[in-house]
């Protein structure tokens, strides 16, 4: 029977020999650089708190909630990875008809702004529905729920700043208090090169 491993023998001489030869801190330095990380944590966040007048959510209101600036001017092809996390809080109830029906639709906004220039470079929308059409009396919900979101950005080597919004879009309900507690945006970029 022909077998692969009887073909060759081999002897304990046989095997190669390796050298390994140091080439040189310069070597290492040309190829082996070490990648700066840069990170930054929001500036000044601030709690949105929604006014609402007779249990209605007043339309048009929009937040900062947390900013931050990063300069990496000094990265080639940067990539910022950001990260934002919040509380949506909310106590809403809906008491009238047969029908019950409870919404909560927020716009929250990532803007970048370089040298004057703002835009907006990523938007995620938080929306909580609830619809009940059995004969109950009332509706009533009180939540506190996480939001929380990530965005890779490849920015030109710059001074940036980023800048979280949120804005109310649409409620449904009689509400007693909404708002956007505990945010936090976070940064941290490295030169891709």
């Known amino acids: 029977m022909n077998d692969v491993r009887s073909m060759y023998q081999h002897e304990p001489d046989d095997f190669l020999v390796i ?68 509380l949506v809080v909310f106590e809403v109830e809906d008491e009238k008809g047969d029908e019950h029906e409870v919404e909560v639709d927020l716009l929250f906004k990532l803007i970048r702004v370089t040298n004057g220039e703002k835009e907006v470079v990523q938007s995620w929308r938080y929306l909580y529905e609830i619809d009940v059409e059995n004969r109950i009396d009332e509706l009533e919900v009180e939540m506190s729920q996480p939001f929380t979101v990530t965005f890779c950005d490849k920015p030109t080597s710059d001074l940036h700043e980023y800048i ?10 009689e509400f007693d208090a909404l ?15």
């Open 19 to 86: 050298e390994s030869k140091d080439k040189g801190s310069s070597y290492k330095d040309k190829y082996h650089k070490k990648r700066e990380v840069i990170l930054e944590c929001g500036l000044r966040p601030s709690d949105a708190f929604f006014e609402i007048d007779d249990g209605r959510v007043e339309d048009g209101q929009v937040f900062v909630l947390d900013r931050l600036r990063i300069d990496v001017s000094g990265l080639k092809k940067p990539l910022v990875k950001l990260e934002f996390s919040s």
């Open 164 to 173: 979280m919004l949120v804005e109310g879009v649409d409620f449904e309900g």
């Open 179 to 193: 708002r956007v507690v505990k945010p936090d945006l976070s940064a941290i970029a490295q030169g891709q090169c």
